[in-house]
């Protein structure tokens, strides 16, 4: 009862505001409780944007796409040109993969054929004014390829619906590997790049090193250069340079880790094709993985920073590009704020700044022809975006090619 009645005197005491000696256990490690409290992962949180997010953008797309994201992902085995490239073609056809990028190419050709025939049958056939001619043609002639895909890169996938997965590559008698595991949208950028003979290419975010291996894969760069800010990811680029490329054509790719924001006054009006696939919220990744992630708190600023980074690279490689040269800009990430609004501040900016004059280039030819392998959105205003689908789960991959008059 003594014990009991001090312990009341004690709360009576404390209540008024008096001292007592040593506070209560129970106060003294009360903040230690606090501090060691369970956290949010980073995949929860990164969850929790998309959901709030992207489910104002893409409204009921969103529900088909965010069970995508959190699935197995698909992949594509990019062919080693510098490997026994027809020996493994030939492995990977008997295992029921395609090409999709020569089946896009042979869709492509049928495709002009077909509007050339229609053409000519409505040339003979007509007898409207030329003016009347000319309005018809424009309504109904499908949007054609302002270029050709190139046929040097061969990337195969399995069918819609097929989630068998690619065995590791395995390398040759020389030791190079004989194709590269990447997610098949990620060439979608370099294939607008359209790479031509004695083109000089500038590959501004490098590393890891998949979309710098596909540019070699062309067999058209007159000079390669690739850069990544972070020297520990350079490291990666030279591994995977090590790994699929021989030692003379490896010879020739000039590797760097400048600031990539600071290449225009580094090598300005230099290049004819940039490639600017800038660090972004990698949202597949985001949701995936704790390691790395970019919704990590300790990692807040850094995520708020992204749009102005992307804009900082993009603007660079528009003044590292030549006069009547091209840029592709790319993330892997589904926010407009990532995507069309870097690219439409990033056009005022190069006018407004540094008077050069840009042009959004029309790729939606991309969609006809690559429908059968990718799931694409049809709500982007600038530039093309795959989204994640259950069936072809590959992506988010966006994509927007610039022409710098």
């Known amino acids: 009862m003594a014990a009991l009645g001090g312990g009341g005197r004690a709360v009576t005491l404390l209540r008024r505001g008096l001292v007592l000696g040593p506070a209560p256990r129970r106060y003294r490690y009360k903040k230690k409780w606090a501090a060691t409290a369970p956290r949010v992962p980073s995949t929860r949180l990164a969850l929790q944007s998309f959901d709030m997010n992207y489910g104002l953008q893409l409204k009921e797309a969103w529900p088909s796409v965010r069970v995508s994201l959190l699935c197995e992902q698909k992949y594509g085995a990019l062919v080693n040109s510098f490997a026994d490239a027809d020996r493994v073609a030939q492995e990977l056809e008997l295992l029921n993969a395609v090409d999709f990028i020569s089946g896009a190419a042979q869709k492509a050709q049928r495709l002009q054929q077909d509007s050339a025939v229609e053409q000519a049958g409505r040339g003979s056939a007509s007898r409207e004014a030329p003016g009347e001619r000319w309005a018809v043609k424009q309504a109904e002639t499908p949007p054609l390829l302002s270029a050709p895909i190139t046929s040097n890169i061969r990337c195969y996938t399995f069918p819609r619906g097929d989630i068998t997965r690619f065995r590791p590559a395995r390398p040759d008698t020389l030791g190079i590997l004989n194709y590269y595991l990447m997610d098949a949208a990620s060439l979608l950028p370099v294939l607008a790049l359209n790479v031509q003979p004695d083109d000089f290419v500038l590959d501004l975010c490098a590393a890891p090193g998949g979309k710098t291996l596909a540019i070699l894969q062309t067999g058209f760069c007159g000079h390669l250069a690739a850069n990544d800010v972070s020297i520990s990811r350079t490291k990666r680029l030279h591994q995977i340079l090590n790994s699929y490329v021989p030692k003379q054509i490896r010879e020739t790719v000039c590797v760097t880790s400048w600031d990539g924001r600071n290449w225009g006054e580094?090598?300005?009006?230099?290049?004819?094709?940039?490639?600017?696939?800038?660090?972004?919220?990698?949202?597949?990744?985001?949701?995936?993985?704790?390691?790395?992630?970019?919704?990590?708190?300790?990692?807040?600023?850094?995520?708020?920073?992204?749009?102005?980074?992307?804009?900082?690279?993009?603007?660079?490689?528009?003044?590292?590009?030549?006069?009547?040269?091209?840029?592709?800009?790319?993330?892997?990430?589904?926010?407009?704020?990532?995507?069309?609004?870097?690219?439409?501040?990033?056009?005022?900016?190069?006018?407004?700044?540094?008077?050069?004059?840009?042009?959004?280039?029309?790729?939606?030819?991309?969609?006809?022809?690559?429908?059968?392998?990718?799931?694409?959105?049809?709500?982007?205003?600038?530039?093309?975006?795959?989204?994640?689908?259950l069936t072809a789960n590959f992506g988010p991959m966006y994509f927007c090619k610039l022409h710098r008059v």
């Open 266 to 389: 580094l090598e300005g009006g230099t290049f004819h094709k940039v490639l600017v696939d800038v660090p972004c919220t990698t949202d597949r990744h985001s949701v995936m993985e704790e390691d790395n992630n970019i919704f990590n708190r300790r990692r807040s600023k850094e995520r708020q920073m992204l749009p102005m980074l992307q804009l900082q690279l993009l603007v660079a490689g528009i003044l590292a590009t030549k006069p009547g040269g091209e840029v592709v800009y790319s993330t892997c990430s589904l926010s407009q704020l990532q995507n069309e609004y870097v690219i439409e501040r990033a056009i005022e900016i190069a006018e407004t700044e540094y008077d050069i004059s840009t042009r959004v280039e029309d790729l939606s030819h991309f969609r006809a022809l690559f429908q059968d392998t990718f799931s694409f959105s049809s709500d982007c205003r600038l530039g093309e975006l795959v989204l994640p689908h």
